[in-house]
Nanobody, 124 residues
Framework: QVQLVESGGGLVQAGGSLRLSCTAS????????MGWFRQAPGKEREFVAA????????YYADSVKGRFTISRDNAKNTVYLQMNSLKPEDTAIYYC?????????????????WGQGTQVTVSS
């Protein structure tokens, strides 16, 4: 089993930066893909970024490409999402997800474990 805990959310002005962290427990983390999703009030959960088990394959939603960077440190059982040039439309609850598969997915159903979420609010 895998448990995920996100941290690093908060309130930031447009153009600012935040780094989200997700720490995992269990023996699956180092061999599985990881992803970040977000959900704003009244909207469906949407894909943000994903990374494969060895960090070779990385994918980003078009809306965050060039601004966000996903990375992982398997020795620390942690995945990160560096968010730069934040916009008000980035405001959402951000969730990290872990998959048993080694290949990342852009779909929610591609993941087996989910964190509790961390709030990111970007003011104009």
């Amino acid at each position: 089993q895998v448990q995920l805990v996100e941290s690093g959310g908060g309130l930031v002005q447009a153009g600012g930066s935040l780094r989200l962290s997700c720490t995992a427990s269990g023996r699956t983390f180092s061999s599985g893909a990881m992803g970040w999703f977000r959900q704003a009030p009244g909207k469906e959960r949407e894909f943000v970024a994903a990374i494969g088990w060895n960090s070779v394959n990385r994918y980003y939603a078009d809306s965050v490409k060039g601004r966000f960077t996903i990375s992982r440190d398997n020795a620390k059982n942690t995945v990160y999402l560096q968010m730069n040039s934040l916009k008000p439309e980035d405001t959402a609850i951000y969730y990290c997800a872990a998959a048993q598969s080694k290949s990342p997915s852009i779909y929610s159903y591609g993941y087996d474990y989910w964190g509790q979420g961390t709030q990111v609010t970007v003011s104009s």
